[in-house]
């Protein structure tokens, strides 16, 4: 059961542009959801989290925007660089639950220079 | 301060072998985690702890098994490795309830023959 579920599978934009990653839960006990981001060969890295009490964060050229109601967040990169190329994953988690994260699929990005 | 370490890098299994993959972390962190990542699925809670003392399985824990005798340590073994258990293996560690963080490790990648 995908309780978090992620588009798209791959992404690719030219420098500059805003890519945009969606992902949608079902369990509505999740109280923090964040995003990690992935290098070839590496452990995922936190990237952005967000609590659902707002419904946006910026955090330098990367903002999470977060609808509560419709049960979905998504990540944009502003302005984005050749070096953001990664994979993207979201998570969420709830309080009590030891932090397990329950992942998206993940999504490719490749920005092309 | 290396953070979470794993060992091995990489392995190459028989079906029916078994192994330990290791797991340590010098933050002092009270949570511990592992996941498998595999090509379109993100990343999977295998088992988790706690505490030292203090084990629970995550959502795919079958074929796995974990200790936890230190709070640095949490090896997860595999007593009868089967070609389904081919993944890239993370550990993972967060500082305790209040610290949303996890802080993962490079990863094992093993493949089973």
């Known amino acids: 059961q995908q309780q978090v579920k992620q588009s798209p599978q791959s992404l690719i934009v030219q420098k500059g542009g805003i890519p945009i990653i969606n992902c949608a839960y079902e369990?509505?006990?999740?109280?923090?959801f964040p995003w990690y981001q992935q290098f070839p060969g590496k452990g995922p890295a936190l990237l952005i989290a967000i609590r659902p009490d707002v419904s946006e964060k910026k955090e330098g050229r990367f903002t999470i925007s977060f609808n509560k109601s419709a049960k979905q967040f998504s990540l944009h990169i502003m302005d984005s660089q050749p070096g953001d190329s990664a994979t993207y994953f979201c998570?969420?988690?709830?309080?009590?639950?030891?932090?397990?994260?329950?992942f998206g699929s993940g999504t490719q990005l490749t920005v092309l220079p | 301060n290396a953070g979470v370490t794993q060992t091995p890098k990489f392995q190459v299994l028989k079906t029916g072998q078994s192994m330990t993959l290791q797991c340590a972390q010098d933050m002092n962190h009270e949570y511990m985690s592992w996941y498998r990542q595999d090509p379109g699925m993100g990343l999977r809670l295998i088992h988790y702890?706690?505490?030292?003392?203090?084990?629970d399985q995550g959502e795919v824990p079958n074929g796995y098994n974990v200790s936890r005798s230190t709070t640095e340590d949490f090896p997860l073994r595999l007593l009868s490795a089967a070609p389904s258990q081919t993944s890239v293996y993370f550990c993972?560690?967060?500082?305790?309830?209040?610290?949303?963080?996890?802080?993962f490790g490079p990863g094992t990648r093993l493949t089973v023959l």
């Open positions: 369990n509505t006990a999740f109280d923090y």
């Open positions: 993972a560690s967060s500082g305790g309830p209040w610290d949303n963080e996890q802080f």
């Open positions: 702890s706690v505490g030292a003392g203090i084990t």
């Open positions: 998570a969420a988690t709830y309080t009590g639950s030891a932090r397990q994260l329950t």
